[in-house]
């Protein structure tokens, strides 16, 4: 989400000096001037709106945050984002964001894209857009998807923007080096072509460059909404995302990424979410799979 990397130990040397460190059992609670201060500042630069029940979930991701910088308080923490340059801020929004995800989650979606592909063949490249990657589990998935449809289509060429707001995730895309365990959700087939055993530690493995060459990773803010491309994709995931953003700023995030849509174009939201109540132009297809209309009213951003 925005242009440039961000690093937390630039700022170590406002971090006051302390007596004891931060612990599981010294943590003071959270209050709620304290709270109402991190989700305005969450709000402000990632357009997440968090609820009061998630003071605990906060606390949790922010605690790591205060036993890095050996703080002993939030109040402190206050403290060192409200004389922040900009590099704790990053390392504040990389700890707030992180998702949970997984390889060929929501198989449907996957099965979706390489029918619309199979029987709607195209000369000109396939552009495929994930937004909010995370750790890059959904890019490689369709990275692998795509090489099978080109085994039947050889002609059938593809490219796919990954973008997140977390760049120690987007860190963790580049390198395509995973944990042994999530290799069971990658069907068996795929696991044969695209992974490689990391040989300096037995418990990851690494994808192929086949996979890697044909995907981008960069930073992106979903609410950075006149942030443009250059591109007209094909399709565009946003899928368990838009629960995490207001009514009217998803709405805002998704008639930004449609303007980026071709006409045609399918755009998918997780299996729980929906745009049924959302005016964005777009007809629902299959379950949380939406086409733009070919011909018909432009949708305003």
Not at 22 to 32: F, I, V
Not at 82 to 104: C, I, M, P, R, W
Not at 154 to 165: C, E, G, K, N, S
Not at 267 to 295: A, C, I, N, W
């Amino acid at each position: 989400m925005g242009a440039r990397m961000m690093h937390s130990d630039s700022h170590d040397h406002t971090t006051p000096s302390l007596v004891e460190p931060l612990s599981a059992g010294n943590m003071e609670e959270m209050t709620q001037q304290e709270f109402e201060y991190f989700s305005a500042l969450i709000s402000q630069h990632v357009g997440i709106k968090l609820e009061n029940e998630k003071r605990s979930m906060l606390e949790m991701r922010l605690y790591k945050r205060l036993s890095t910088l050996q703080l002993r308080s939030f109040r402190q923490y206050m403290q060192v984002l409200q004389q922040d340059n900009g590099s704790e801020l990053g390392a504040f929004t990389n700890v707030v964001t992180t998702n949970k995800t997984s390889f060929f989650r929501e198989q449907r979606h996957f099965n979706v894209l390489k029918h619309d592909i199979l029987t709607q063949p195209r000369t000109e490249k396939t552009f495929i857009w994930s937004a909010a990657c995370s750790s890059g589990e959904e890019a490689f998935s369709l990275a692998m998807q795509c090489e099978a449809v080109k085994s039947e289509q050889p002609h059938f060429d593809y490219r796919i923007l990954a973008t997140d707001v977390d760049t120690q995730r987007l860190d963790m895309c580049a390198r395509a080096e995973y944990a042994d365990e999530l290799k069971e959700d990658i069907p068996t087939l795929f696991q044969y072509q695209f992974i490689e055993r990391e040989k300096r530690n037995g418990n990851t493995f690494t994808l192929a460059e086949q996979l890697k060459r044909n995907i981008k990773f960069r930073q992106h803010n979903l609410i950075h909404y006149p942030e443009k491309f250059g591109i007209q994709f094909h399709y565009i995931f946003l899928r368990n995302v838009l629960f995490y953003f207001p009514p009217s700023t998803g709405e805002k995030v998704v008639r930004a990424l449609v303007s980026q849509l071709q006409p045609g174009g399918l755009f998918f939201v997780g299996l729980t979410e929906s745009l049924q109540h959302m005016d964005v132009g777009l007809e629902l297809v299959d379950v949380s799979v939406y086409r733009k209309p070919k011909s018909g009213r432009a949708v305003d951003e």
